[in-house]
């Protein structure tokens, strides 16, 4: 592995801030199986990251109280307790952080000086001036609305630059157990570090990722995952296409089987991202009945079925080369399969400068997702992103 870069090198200068990512969400697995996954995810972090990294690991359930320590000591309550959530944050090894303590302690430095920090773009550089031409073409009739937002996604990939998180790897694994199948279980795992501090060795990081995705998707068949770059320092689903369809299901898709709730049927029944590296479960694979077939005929993808029914689907080529158009294949080859949402966006808010959030402004993290004009309705007051893989459902 090349050597890693610590965020104290940057010294508080915006930088190159996307993050490479890992999620996972397994579902329908018994105590053991879940706890299999998760002990090996824990393992699989500590001895990728132990060496070059400060890891810091806690855990804690639904009643007892957050513990710290040894990923081992962790790891013997987790079959104990029945802990539900484990949690790890790092940083690399350099002449400032070199413990735990060191950690910790550099931390709650960075937190308390957060005020005086310089401003990061937060955007990609120029991003700002193209919205303002586009907006104004958008208000001035040049183009219409429809046109105007596709236009913000058919533009290619451009980089968003800010200053990075002290808290430079994060990861969490967890698991829920369902409110009506006794003894069942569901969760997700996700992983972060920035592409920053790998370096030279970003693309062996991203062999790591897509390589323990695909061990345990030939392991567990009720698993469905992804990895990629991202622009979003965050959880709740990394995929950009899960900012823009990543609510509403109930609205766009068949209700849940008897025995589910929504949260514990949607977000496992269907994928929730097109990325660089997917796997691809039997269950998603109900929507999607000639994904194999479909891509292995599918120029630069490499696909792999693995005995227990799972597909994993790559891009040939490097993940930080993937641009949207790269995705749009991707995306094509499992359309059906995407999580049924849809967001809205006011016109009100497009318009006004102050307002910089998500949806507000498309692609405003510079996003690579690639969006059909059929998923772009309009209305009197908003624009709707809307996934419309099973148009009889929608209302």
């Known amino acids: 592995m090349a050597a890693f870069h610590s965020v104290t090198e940057c010294n508080n200068v915006p930088v190159d801030s996307r993050y490479l990512f890992l999620e996972a969400e397994y579902f329908d697995l018994t105590r053991e199986q879940a706890d299999s996954l998760i002990e090996a995810f824990v393992v699989w972090c500590e001895g990728l990251f132990s060496e070059g990294f400060v890891t810091d690991w806690d855990c804690c359930g639904l009643k007892s109280r957050w513990k710290t320590g040894k990923p081992e000591k962790l790891l013997s309550a987790f079959r104990e307790d029945g802990i539900r959530n484990f949690g790890l944050s790092g940083a690399v090894r350099c002449n400032t952080i070199y413990n735990k303590t060191s950690y910790r302690t550099y931390l709650r430095t960075q937190r308390y000086s957060m005020p005086g920090r310089p401003k990061g773009s937060d955007?990609?550089?120029?991003?700002?001036?193209?919205?303002?031409?586009?907006?104004?073409?958008?208000?001035?009739?040049?183009?219409?609305?429809?046109?105007?937002?596709?236009?913000?996604?058919?533009?290619?990939?451009?980089?968003?630059?800010?200053?990075?998180?002290?808290?430079?790897?994060?990861?969490?694994?967890?698991?829920?157990?369902?409110?009506?199948?006794?003894?069942?279980?569901?969760?997700?795992?996700?992983?972060?570090?920035?592409?920053?501090?790998?370096?030279?060795?970003?693309?062996?990081?991203?062999?790591?990722?897509?390589?323990?995705?695909?061990?345990?998707?030939?392991?567990?068949?009720?698993?469905?995952?992804?990895?990629?770059?991202?622009?979003?320092?965050?959880?709740?689903?990394?995929?950009?296409?899960?900012?823009?369809?990543?609510?509403?299901?109930?609205?766009?898709?068949?209700?849940?089987?008897?025995?589910?709730?929504?949260?514990?049927?949607?977000?496992?029944?269907?994928?929730?991202?097109?990325?660089?590296?997917?796997?691809?479960?039997?269950?998603?694979?109900?929507?999607?009945?000639?994904?194999?077939?479909?891509?292995?005929?599918?120029?630069?993808?490499?696909?792999?079925?693995?005995?227990?029914?799972n597909i994993s689907l790559k891009l040939d080529q490097d993940p930080e080369t993937v641009d949207v158009e790269d995705l749009r294949k991707m995306k094509d080859l499992l359309y059906d399969g995407l999580y049924p949402g849809m967001r809205t966006m006011q016109k009100s808010c497009f318009f006004d400068p102050t307002r910089t959030t998500m949806l507000t402004k498309p692609r405003v993290y510079w996003e690579c997702v690639p969006i059909r004009r059929e998923e772009i309705l309009e209305t009197e007051d908003a624009i709707i992103f809307r996934h419309v893989a099973a148009r009889e459902n929608v209302k």
């Not at 429809?146 to 430079?168: A, N």
């Not at 695909?214 to 296409?241: C, D, M, Q, T």
């Open 123 to 309: 955007v990609s550089e120029d991003y700002w001036a193209f919205y303002r031409t586009q907006a104004a073409k958008i208000k001035s009739g040049e183009l219409d609305w429809i046109s105007g937002i596709l236009s913000f996604f058919e533009e290619p990939h451009r980089v968003r630059r800010t200053i990075l998180d002290p808290e430079e790897l994060l990861g969490v694994a967890t698991k829920f157990p369902y409110w009506a199948n006794d003894g069942l279980f569901h969760g997700d795992l996700w992983l972060q570090v920035p592409i920053y501090c790998l370096g030279d060795g970003l693309h062996e990081m991203a062999n790591a990722f897509s390589a323990f995705l695909e061990h345990w998707a030939g392991e567990l068949s009720n698993l469905n995952g992804r990895v990629a770059i991202s622009p979003f320092n965050g959880v709740s689903k990394w995929s950009g296409y899960m900012r823009y369809f990543g609510s509403d299901e109930e609205k766009m898709a068949p209700p849940p089987p008897q025995g589910y709730i929504p949260v514990e049927w949607y977000k496992y029944a269907y994928l929730c991202g097109a990325e660089w590296f997917n796997v691809v479960s039997p269950l998603v694979q109900t929507h999607l009945p000639t994904l194999w077939a479909d891509a292995q005929k599918t120029e630069g993808i490499l696909a792999n079925r693995h005995s227990n029914g």
